[in-house]
């Protein structure tokens, strides 16, 4: 059992219609077909959308989404058409609304990893490969990988855990065209954003992309490279063997796992709520990640 401990009643906006409650994001459709996302304060962990919110958690998460999509416009284009809140919106939207353009997308979750850890360290320990791929031996928790790869997923609803697949398993569902372009398009926006944080004293261990097509070009869609989606690491605490200080939400889901919280993840009941000092110190970290990869203040 997993899912929403209890799931938001959509607000109710004139002139929009409530298409989706994700786990993060309320998404709904203006009359003119676009798509307008909301970033809420929601926090997802272990398959669970928690009872307790991360005060300003969406604003940074769209903040940072869009310092990203300037950042990666020459590499790919993003579907971002505007910051401009409906009318008759409520006023904490302000800040955590992108209106998008509506795309055919793809139902691949586009994982790419430069270093070992999560479910790939999970794999690679039983088979020395990550999602099909064989990996040398040696590699140790946090390890960086001889060169990035890509482990795409098969994207799962609120509540289930999105699934590794094979290359050769999203080739046979979209298509070999389509599987390789992903692929390619993944790869360079990984390495862009790794760069770009590198420079920043931020690793980038690894993230996942959503794409869409609006007529036959891929788009990079949702959110993109904020500590929903990607693992950050401080490169100067970066130590292989062990588990990496982090900017994302790597925190709470170790107090859930830790005997502070009291709930055990295999049962069938809700993770309890965050203790105020995990709230604030998770809301620190999501400010620190976008201050250090964007270099603007908070505010």
């Keep these: 059992m ?3 401990v209890e799931k938001p009643e959509p607000v109710e906006v004139p002139g929009l219609e409530h298409l989706h409650t994700g786990k993060v994001r309320d998404l709904y459709r203006n009359q003119s077909g676009e798509l307008v996302m909301v970033a809420s304060d929601r926090m997802s962990a272990h398959d669970w959308v928690l009872p307790t919110e991360i005060p300003d958690k969406g604003r ?7 310092w990203w999509f300037d950042q990666l416009a020459d590499v790919v284009p993003s579907h971002v058409l505007s910051t401009e809140v409906p009318e008759g919106a409520p006023a904490d939207w302000a800040g955590r609304t992108m209106v998008c353009k509506p795309l055919r997308m793809v139902p691949v979750e586009c994982v790419a990893r430069g270093y070992l850890t999560g479910s790939g360290l999970v794999e690679y320990e039983r088979d020395r490969t990550v999602c099909g791929l064989a990996l040398p031996e040696g590699l140790v928790n946090g ?3 001889p060169s990035p790869i890509f482990t795409p997923a098969a994207k799962a609803e609120v509540g289930e855990h999105d699934e590794n697949v094979s290359y050769e398993e999203v080739a046979r569902q979209i298509g ?3 599987a390789a372009q992903l692929r390619q398009l993944t790869l360079a ?4 954003a790794r760069d770009i944080a590198r420079d920043r004293g931020i690793i980038l261990a690894d993230t996942k992309f959503e794409f869409g097509f609006e007529g036959d070009t891929l788009v990079l869609a949702d959110e993109v490279l904020t500590p929903d989606s990607s693992r950050f690491w401080p490169a100067d605490q970066w130590q292989p063997g062990r588990s990496q200080p982090s900017y994302d939400k790597q925190f709470v889901r170790d107090w859930l796992d830790s005997p502070d919280s009291g709930w055990d993840r295999r049962g069938e009941l809700p993770p309890p709520e965050l203790p105020a000092e995990v709230v604030e ?4 970290k999501y400010i620190e990640a976008y201050e250090r990869l964007t270099g603007i203040p908070w505010s």
């Design 2 to 4: 997993s899912g929403f």
């Design 60 to 66: 940074v998460l769209t903040r940072l989404s869009l």
């Design 143 to 145: 390890s960086e990988l």
């Design 176 to 178: 070999a065209e389509t």
């Design 189 to 192: 926006v990984y390495g862009r």
């Design 281 to 284: 110190q998770t809301r620190a």
